[in-house]
């Protein structure tokens, strides 16, 4: 049974730090590009960082939303099938509810070419 859980939210003042971690069971995390993506309310879902699979021809290349670059950092673990974003210097418009994907073959790392998505993680930053 595929199973693909987030942790690591909360809640967290102004220029504070999360790692938020994904973690899968019933399917291998590197056959996948997997994206963390952010959804406040009454907005849209959009890419914060994205980061490609390490076997074959890819070499595990990472990408950042422009409102992170520089704060964010994406990371794979193999061994434990996992992904994890540590987000530092966080700010109140990072409020949002985090969730990971798994983008399957050689699609663009989007909400729209998302195979498998976790069930969303609060991030709240407020003093």
């Known amino acids: 049974q595929l199973h693909f859980v987030e942790s690591g939210g909360g809640l967290v003042q102004p220029g504070g730090s999360l790692r938020l971690t994904c973690t899968a069971s019933g399917f291998t995390l590197d056959d996948y590009a997997v994206g963390w993506f952010r959804q406040a309310p009454g907005k849209g879902r959009d890419e914060v960082s994205c980061i490609n699979y390490i076997h074959g021809n890819s070499d595990g290349k990472t990408d950042y939303a422009d409102s992170v670059k520089g704060r964010v950092t994406i990371s794979r673990d193999n061994t434990k099938n996992t992904v994890s974003m540590k987000m530092n210097s966080l700010k109140p418009e990072d409020t949002a509810v985090y969730y990971c994907?798994?983008?399957?073959?050689?699609?663009?790392?989007?909400?729209?070419?998302?195979?498998?998505w976790g069930q969303g993680i609060q991030v709240t930053v407020s003093s």
């Open positions: 994907g798994a983008v399957g073959g050689a699609a663009a790392c989007v909400a729209t070419n998302v195979n498998y």
